[in-house]
Structures are given as C-alpha cells and as structure tokens.
C-alpha cells in the first residue's frame, strides 16, 4: 500500500490534489474571496461533488463519491508512519475519502510547514496549528478564510456553542475580520503542561504539595537537604514549558505562551511582557533556585526532540530530580522509570495545578488546542463542500474523536451503558499505560490515538477515558483551586503592520530569548536588567507597542 497513500519526501512539488467525485448538492451558490486575495471565488453548486445533502451535527460524514484529500503529516521520531495503519483503511472506509499525506519531521516541522506554505506547495490540509500560527501567511493569500464557510460545518457550531466559546472564536480573527484557523475545541481547559512530583518525597519531606512557587521553593530546599546530589526541579523542554506556566502566577507570558509578546497591563492596553515588572520577577525566582542548586540547569538547555523525557525522565528514576515539567503522559513515563529503579508501589507521581504566585492562584487563559488551516487553493476545488464536510466530522463529531482515540468499536475496544470505556485485553495503548500486555498497540500499529488528530477536540468525558484517575484528580483541582486569566484583547494586523512588526519582533524575541536564560543561570547579572530593557528600546521597542496598540485600538472600534 505504500503508494496508495501518496506519501512523498521533502523537497517534492506539491499541490492540494482534491481527486474526482461527481454528485453536486442542491446548495446554494456562494461567493466570497479575501480582500488580501486568500482564496478565489467559491460557487457551492458547482463545487459540491461528494458532499451529503443535509448534512447536520451528530451524523456520519460520507462522501457521495469518493475523492482523495491530500494532508500534512507530522511525524514524531518514535511514531513512525505506517500506510498500512488501520486509521488509513477506516476513515476512507467509513467516508469515502481517502487520505494522501506529505510527512515532515517533528524536529523541524514549523520550518518545513513555513516553507511549503510559503512555496505554495502545502498539501489542501495543514493540521497540527495552534493559534496565532496562521497569522505570518494571511497576508500572502496562501489560506483560506475559513470564518466564511463555517455555517456548512454543522459540527463546529454546535460545539462551539455548547462549550461556550464563541468569544474566543471571535478573538481568532485577523484585521479584515476573518479567521484563518479551525481550533481544537476543548470542554475543559486545563493546562496540559504543568509540573509532575514525586508526592510521596514531597509529603515526607518536603512538607506537602506547594500550592504557590514560594511553597515550591521551600519544598525543594527540604528535599536538596535530604537528597545532597539532587537538583530537585527540572524542565526537559529548553526551559520553554515551565517559563510557560509559570509565568502567569507573576503576571506575565513566557516559554511557549510568549506569543507575540504582548499582554493585558491591566487597563486594557497591551505591554511587552519580556521588559515587565513580573517577568523581572520571574526571572530573579528561577535565578534564585539556579544559585542554591535546586535546579537541574542542563533540563533548561537541552534540546527536546518530541520523543519525551528523556534524560530527565531517567533522573526522575535515579532520584536525582523530584519535579520537573511534563503532561499526563510524561507522568506516565516517570512511573514507568521508576518501576525499574525503585520499585512498583514505592512511590507516587501526581500531576499537580500550576503553584500560584504574586499574581494569584491563577493559570493560563481558557485555551484551544491544535487545530487545522486549509491552503488557498482548496476555493478551486470541485470537493470543496465535501472537505468542509469532511473536516468537520473528523474534528468535531463526537463518534470521530472516540474513533481517532480508540479506534473501532467492539474490535479494539467496548463501552458500557455508563458510557466508560476499555480497551480490549489484546490491544494496548502505551503512551497512557493501558495493558501493556496486549499484543498490538493501537497507536504504534494501527494509528489510532496519533498525535496529528487524536488530542485536537476533546469533551472531558473522551479526555478521562484514556487518562489515569489522578489525571481527573488533576482536573479537578485545576478547576476548583486556579483562576484562568483573561485572554488579551484581540490586536490584528493588517499586512503592511504585520511586515513592519516581523521587522521589530523577530530582534526583540532573540534579545528576549537569550537574556532570559542568561539571566537565570547567572551568565548575567540581575542588576543588569534596566541595560537589557535599554537594548530592548533600542531595537523599537516602543515603537512595536504602539504599532500592535494601534491595531488593538481600531479592531476595538470597528468590532465592538
């Protein structure tokens, strides 16, 4: 089968080849275009081949006529991709469409995506986004404004509105008023990144789970006492990922959430959050653990490859670090470790709520996660409606989700009348940890719970099914004990704003980036701080504020 899916290196031409299918709907005919140019004009009647005739929320998508959609796959270096993946042979069983992919690897996948994107060679769908992704291609028309197509996603708006997160959709749009991206809709917001312990030496000896990062502080010098050669904190992540979550317990974004830089000051303009009084803050605490040895410093600079823990993973189990930045599935690796070191039953991991701090028990804004963009030239296409459609079942039909998570249904796994799900003995799921005695993992050997689909849309009772009950234990706390922030107001720029803001930001993040880890591992002296936000001014600062004030200003009025 290793044609069929079309698979082809990097480097290849590529175009978003759509396929043949006949059977126009009897839809009305629609017209719209980008006023950048993302997009030609799209006529529904004559673009409707494939596409079901009163197709509505909560019902199988299959095309009328087969086609073949053509996909951006990112390929994680332990997860290699298989054409003969049951994943494959299902969805096109199940919708008629049968998915062509083009791989690139994890390790630089937002460069190779940037380059296609840019080459006008991206497949028609381009998966794995986060928001604000989109924001560097609006401007060249190479996507389409899917904001003006969503009333044919039955699914989408249906879930959008339950979960209440039409305010946040509406954040999604860029300065013409159009949104480029389709988010994953999460029904619970959690921050899936935060820090695992070791509870048991945090109960014993570190005088119990730290609610803030001062209880944390305190904790890790009771612990550095009993455990000499430890360095008890750690990241595995380049420092991104705790920066992250830490950093809105001292008002600021960091680490991943740096986004463009700007944030809420608190009267509703936005501020560079890197020349902060709290990102100031942030940096003289983890500067502090740095001086006293309570943090493993190479877990700050290493190179995360996407294939997990690694050698922090293997410290956790040496009991050389106690806590350190993962998700749910980190945690499970951690356990894993520790199995082999110090015994099953010897010890307890616990996902625990981002600790709070000057700015309160706070956590990041409600989010979205990964969600898909669709290349431009898809408005040529006579499957147009039908890939609308498609799409829109894969990513948000409730049987869609189950399916990508655990594959089919009284094959590889059952569900009771309570709705609880179990994965048959035969299978296994190793990255959750579920019977790894199975003869075949549904991930690694049949597709299923992938990382380009599977984590996108999720309601809290599919996210519980796979994960571990101190995971739920870990929602729950999340969600009784820590504020979500406000998410910053909206500022789109328009094309001439967002080449002028590459021109100031890109200078700016770099001075950001390296001063920030310098800071913190005593390459820089603190006291240097007010130099660094002088070379920050330098660079345009201010004149980058203003420019993304201005944008935030007029999308203000003309939205309110």
Known sequence: MSDIFGRTPMGA?????????????????LAACSDDGGGGEVDLEKQSKGAMDGFAADSQFTATEAFTLSLLWTEWPDLPITDSWQFFTEIEKRTNVKLEVTTIPFSDAVEKRSLLISAGDAPTVIPLVYTGEEDSFVSSGAL??????VEHMPHFQKYVEEWDLGEMIDNLKQADGKYYMLPGLQEVSVPVFT???????????????????????????????????????????????????AAHAFGAQAGWGFGDGMMDDGSGKLEYTAASAGYKQMVEYFRGLVEDGLIDTDSLTAANDGSGGGSVAEKFANELVFAASGSSGTAIE?????????????????????????????????????????????????NFLATLQFLDWIYYNPEARELLRWGVLDETYTKDASGKITLKPEFRLDAYNINPDGATDIQKDLGWSNSVFADSTESRALKESYNTPTFVEYVDSVLATRTPREPNPPAPLD?????RASLLSTPLKDTVDTNTLRFIMGERDI??????????????LQQYVDLVNTARERFEEENS
């Open 13 to 29: 031409t590529r175009r978003g080849v759509i396929g043949i299918s006949i059977a126009a709907s009897g839809a009305l005919a």
């Open 144 to 149: 389409l404004p899917i904001s003006d197509y």
């Open 195 to 245: 820090l695992v312990i070791r509870k048991d030496v945090f109960e014993t000896v570190g005088g119990g789970i730290p609610e803030t990062w001062d209880e944390m502080r305190e904790a890790l010098v009771k612990i550095k006492a009993e455990y000499p050669d430890s360095k008890p904190l750690a990241d595995g992540f380049e420092a991104a990922s705790m920066l992250n979550y």
């Open 334 to 382: 951690f356990a894993q470790a520790l199995n082999e070191t110090v015994g099953e039953g010897n010890y307890e991991v616990l996902q625990i709520a981002p600790p709070g701090g000057p700015a309160g028990q706070v956590c990041e804004p409600r989010n979205f996660w990964n969600g898909f963009m669709l290349n431009a030239e898809i408005t040529e296409s006579e």
């Open 495 to 499: 094309e001439m704003e967002l080449e």
């Open 527 to 540: 006291a240097e701080w007010d130099d660094y936000v002088a070379e920050l001014e330098a660079q345009g």
